[in-house]
């Protein structure tokens, strides 16, 4: 599941497009964003952390 980070809304399945840009042909960049307000979102349940800063 996914969480939107400005409008909280919980989905899952990501709103996806693709930004073809200048290009005529694929691929294409491809974009995904919360499906309510086209915001970041996070997934939910991601504890792991990729830094390790310990105090
Ligand atoms: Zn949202």
């Known amino acids: 599941m996914y969480v939107c980070l400005t409008c909280k809304?919980?989905?899952y399945a990501?709103?996806?497009y693709y930004e073809a840009h200048s290009f005529e042909n694929p691929p294409y960049e491809l974009f995904r964003e919360c499906p309510i307000c086209s915001?970041?979102?996070i997934?939910?349940?991601n504890c792991k952390k990729d830094t390790d800063d310990e105090e």
Do not use: A, D
């Open 43 to 45: 997934e939910e349940g």
């Open 14 to 16: 990501p709103k996806v």
């Open 39 to 41: 915001s970041t979102y």
């Open 9 to 11: 809304s919980t989905f």
